[in-house]
């Protein structure tokens, strides 16, 4: 896709207070994707790594350039502090540069399908 930057590895951390947090990275070079959940006071309590398919990268790149993750701003955030809720960052590693992004109880328009698609790459959810 001409434009777009070519997208190396993709990692995703999610987590709430009180609550427990989940980690995905997704190496497109090496065709593997890793899941973490991670306990209340962030053990490892579940780990898997998932073999992809040319067909899975695929479609998960071009499920990335649907959500318009690359117009995605680098910080959602409220106007105010809550005492408890769920924070998240992305990192995304491309040829040219590395995007951070990060939100603490506020996210971007298409989260919620970004997050669909990253569970369905992984064949595991984010509950």
């Known amino acids: 896709m001409k434009g777009i930057p070519q997208i190396l590895h993709v990692k995703l951390?999610?987590?709430?207070?009180?609550?427990?947090?989940?980690?995905?990275?997704v190496d497109f070079v090496e065709e593997l994707a890793e899941y973490q959940v991670l306990d209340c006071i962030y053990r490892p309590s579940q780990?898997?790594?998932?073999?992809?398919s040319e067909e899975q990268i695929k479609q998960y790149l071009k499920s990335l350039h649907e959500v318009?993750?690359?117009?995605?701003?680098?910080?959602?955030?409220?106007?105010?502090?809550?005492?408890a809720g769920t924070n998240w960052s992305i990192e995304i590693k491309?040829?040219?540069?590395?995007?951070i992004l990060k939100g603490y109880k506020a996210y971007p328009e298409k989260w919620e399908?970004?997050?669909?698609?990253?569970?369905?790459?992984?064949?595991?959810?984010f509950d």
């Not at 951390?13 to 990275?25: I, L």
């Not at 780990?47 to 992809?52: C, E, G, P």
């Not at 491309?94 to 995007?99: A, G, L, N, R």
């Not at 399908?113 to 959810?125: D, V």
């Open 113 to 125: 399908q970004f997050l669909k698609n990253t569970a369905i790459l992984i064949g595991e959810s």
């Open 94 to 99: 491309t040829v040219e540069k590395v995007y």
């Open 13 to 25: 951390s999610v987590g709430s207070y009180p609550g427990s947090a989940y980690e995905v990275s």
């Open 47 to 52: 780990n898997k790594t998932v073999k992809l």
């Open 68 to 83: 318009k993750i690359f117009q995605w701003k680098p910080e959602y955030k409220l106007n105010f502090l809550p005492c």
